[in-house]
């Protein structure tokens, strides 16, 4: 039982650059979500989708763009990394109905300096 | 809009003691609610979840959590801890499916005492 694939684990990236943080689950869980961890604040939404070719923004969505061609795979992308967005970055996926438990993968700890 | 407080940074507990972390919610309709634990340098594992029925609700590694409607509440309870369960504890609320997603509390951090 996969669920929930981040990768990579670790990053370093300099303010500028562009990378994908890629996110796969084996589930066939509708939705998909991007949360951002960082230290006092908790987990907040950055990006989500409810199925595949359907995003939306959540809390922080900012600096980010993702996509959803398939049911699988759902990356975050940052265009042109900053150092606030150096975080701890968590994928989830869940049901959309029924009990709609969130699977979490293992995070992507990025630091942009 | 959907919150959630944890009103205790840090909670410091000795090996064998009990445990209650507390967590208060705002949130439209009926909630559904999650505590997951966080090993350091891990993802998030859910301990256990509400969604209807009886009110409190039995998860993994011997955890319990009780859901008061009226005081808008989901304290998490462990009878006695071991050092095993030195972790960060973040309490949420919503519907994973939904448009806000889940929202979080900004975590206790449980330390334990030999």
């Known amino acids: 039982n996969a669920g929930v694939t981040q990768t990579p684990k670790f990053q370093v990236l300099k303010t500028g650059q562009s990378m994908t943080l890629q996110c796969a689950q084996d589930?066939?869980?509708?939705?998909m979500s991007w949360y951002r961890q960082d230290p006092g604040m908790g987990l907040r939404l950055i990006h989500y989708?409810?199925?595949?070719?359907?995003?939306d923004q959540g809390e922080v969505p900012n600096g980010y763009n993702v996509s959803r061609s398939t049911t699988e795979d759902f990356p975050l992308r940052l265009l042109s990394a900053a150092p606030s967005q150096t975080s701890v970055y968590f994928c989830a996926s869940s049901y959309v109905a029924g009990e709609p438990e969130a699977f979490f993968g293992q995070g992507t700890r990025l630091t942009v300096v | 809009a959907q919150s959630v407080t944890q009103p205790d940074i840090h909670i410091t507990v000795s090996e064998g003691a009990s445990l209650e972390l507390r967590c208060n919610y705002s949130y439209g309709a009926t909630p559904y609610l999650f505590w997951y634990v966080q090993s350091p340098g891990q993802g998030l594992q859910l301990l256990l979840k509400y969604f209807s029925g009886d009110t409190l609700v039995q998860g993994i590694k011997g955890f319990e959590a009780e859901f008061k409607r009226s005081q808008s509440s989901f304290n998490l309870r462990k009878p006695s801890v071991h050092w095993s369960d030195a972790a960060e504890y973040f309490c949420?609320?919503?519907?994973?499916?939904?448009?806000?997603?889940?929202?979080f509390g900004k975590g206790t951090h449980l330390i334990i005492q030999p």
């Open positions: 989708s409810v199925g595949a070719g359907i995003t």
């Open positions: 949420a609320v919503g519907a994973p499916g939904g448009a806000d997603g889940l929202t």
């Open positions: 589930m066939n869980h509708e939705y």
